[in-house]
């Protein structure tokens, strides 16, 4: 429920959700397992559908309707919430233990441990570009499994 509000039907919400995975996909670097996975896909797609909506005003676009887009979220932890977030992260989890060794250790010091480049690439005992390319080949298969489908499914829309 976070894109819906921003989306004038049900087409542009899917466009909406397109561009938020890319964005998540291409941040995931700067997830740092603060706060749970879901919370900060969510926080980035709402950010990703106010810019969207900011330059579709600036273009002389139509207005979006926005429900209740702009209301605080509640800050009390929920338990129904907290145990979705569990079920979320053991998801995330088993997906990342589906890569290969060297991609989810790229995987792990580049955007959970939040090392820079060089860092990774020397912890993984390969060229600057080499890390990047393991980095980018995890994502690329993390995108294309299942548990991480669900999660976008399920906590984005």
């Known amino acids: 429920m976070a894109i819906r509000p921003y989306a004038r039907d049900d087409d542009h919400a899917d466009d909406l959700l397109q561009d938020c995975w890319q964005v998540i996909l291409e941040r995931l670097h700067r997830y740092g397992g603060r706060g749970s996975f879901v919370g900060w896909a969510i926080a980035v797609s709402k950010n990703v559908c106010r810019m969207r909506l900011r330059q579709a005003k600036r273009a002389g676009g139509r207005e979006v309707g926005l429900l209740d887009a702009e209301e605080p979220a509640d800050s009390a932890p929920n338990p129904e919430e907290a145990f979705v977030a569990r079920q979320r992260r053991e998801a995330l989890y088993r997906a990342l233990g589906k890569l290969?060794?060297?991609?989810?250790?790229?995987?792990?010091?580049?955007?959970?441990?939040?090392?820079?480049?060089?860092?990774?690439?020397?912890?993984?005992?390969?060229?600057?570009?080499?890390?990047?390319?393991?980095?980018?080949?995890?994502i690329f298969k993390l995108s294309r499994m299942e548990e991480i489908r669900r999660l976008a499914v399920d906590g984005l829309v």
Do not use: K, W
Request: no cysteine; charged share 35%; net charge negative.
């Open 100 to 138: 290969p060794a060297r991609e989810r250790d790229a995987i792990v010091l580049r955007m959970l441990e939040e090392r820079d480049a060089a860092e990774t690439a020397e912890a993984l005992g390969v060229s600057g570009p080499a890390a990047r390319a393991l980095v980018a080949r995890a």
